[in-house]
């Protein structure tokens, strides 16, 4: 089974810190994306990842930056926190196929609260 | 870019019956559309996909139909089970990437 493994379940930072969010993979997947899921709004996509040292950004990348040094690991990180990032933070990844339309496996979730 | 619709209330049935959840989107019609289950603090778990040129894929008690037509994809739990309680996520490719765009899902609540 693949696992996708996210460094912290929960994690309270204060307003203007950096903020690192760790991914990790164990099915060398090309695909690692970042979701955040704010209720009633739904899974919304930050930042996706094709390859080592490849990005490009999502619907919301605003605030966010990423980081794929290592086919395995996928970091998203927050410049300077602000309390509007407070929200459950979803990394996924997939394989790339011919069809391109494979389903993305994700992790448990970090969930950020920034006071 | 694609809306994707689900019913936002909550859909409650008894133990035994069928569940029927919908997707609808308003725009072109996706090369594919994948259905997740998301338990309470955890991630969404794949469960089928179904390909716009397929009308119907089934695997144990779920079923998952695709109506280019009418542009929607209902999902369906037969003999369904208070286990079966989660929110459901329909996902499908928007804007021209293939990378999928999620619902904002519908709760299930099978009662014993």
């Known amino acids: 089974d693949v696992k996708v493994t996210q460094s912290s379940r929960y994690l309270v930072k204060r307003t203007g810190e950096k903020v690192f969010l760790e991914c990790v993979q164990d099915?060398?997947?090309?695909?690692m994306f970042w979701y955040r899921q704010d209720p009633g709004l739904g899974l919304r996509l930050i930042y996706f990842?094709?390859?080592?040292?490849?990005?490009e950004k999502g619907d919301i990348p605003e605030g966010y930056s990423v980081s794929r040094e290592k086919k395995e690991r996928f970091s998203l990180i927050l410049e300077s926190a602000s309390t509007n990032q407070t929200s459950m933070y979803l990394c996924a990844s997939s394989p790339m196929t011919g069809s391109i339309v494979s389903p993305l496996h994700f992790g448990n979730g970090t969930r950020l609260t920034v006071t | 870019s694609q809306k994707i619709e689900q019913n936002s209330e909550a859909l409650n049935i008894q133990e035994g019956k069928t569940a029927t959840l919908t997707c609808n989107y308003t725009?072109?019609?996706?090369?594919?559309l994948q259905w997740y289950r998301q338990d309470p603090g955890r991630g969404p778990v794949f469960l089928l996909l179904i390909r716009e040129n397929e009308k119907e894929k089934r695997k144990e008690r779920l079923k998952v139909t695709f109506d280019t037509t009418l542009k929607q994809s209902l999902f369906h739990i037969t003999a369904s089970q208070p286990a079966d309680s989660a929110t459901y996520l329909c996902a499908l490719p928007s804007g021209g990437s293939y990378i999928p765009t999620f619902g904002r899902g519908t709760s299930l609540i099978v009662h014993p």
């Open positions: 990842s094709y390859d080592v040292k490849m990005k």
């Open positions: 099915m060398d997947h090309e695909n």
């Open positions: 725009n072109y019609s996706p090369a594919y």
